[in-house]
């Protein structure tokens, strides 16, 4: 079975920088797209970063530049490097595993004024 956990969310100011790890276990994931969503108000996921399995990375224009994603197969870890946080940034990050469709449940992220 197939598990993706999350974790690194926390409280920050404004400005602040802050990682955010997905593990995968059940699966030999080092060919898999990974990508790094936000839950959406409507309970929707908007898309936030995507890394291929030889590590191509796309990014939504809202965190080009500021958020970074990244892989290390030897930990079957993807991570989610985000700088310069702003308030706009809060909300429940989840990790999913896009080449067999299975979500993580999420990590809080709150960013302060």
């Known amino acids: 079975q197939v598990q993706l956990v999350e974790s690194g969310g926390a409280l920050v100011p404004a400005g602040k920088s802050l990682t955010l790890s997905c593990e995968v276990s059940?699966?030999?994931?080092?060919?898999?797209?990974m990508g790094w969503y936000r839950r959406a108000p409507d309970g929707g996921h908007d898309f936030l970063a995507l890394i291929s399995g030889d590590g191509l990375t796309t990014y939504h224009d809202s965190v080009k530049g500021r958020f970074t994603i990244s892989r290390d197969n030897t930990k079957s870890t993807v991570f989610l490097h985000m700088n310069d946080l702003k308030p706009g940034d809060t909300g429940v990050y989840l990790c999913?595993?896009?080449?067999?469709?299975?979500w993580g449940q999420g990590t809080q992220v709150t960013v302060s004024s």
């Open positions: 999913k595993d896009v080449t067999i469709g299975s």
């Open positions: 059940g699966r030999f994931f080092s060919a898999d797209t």
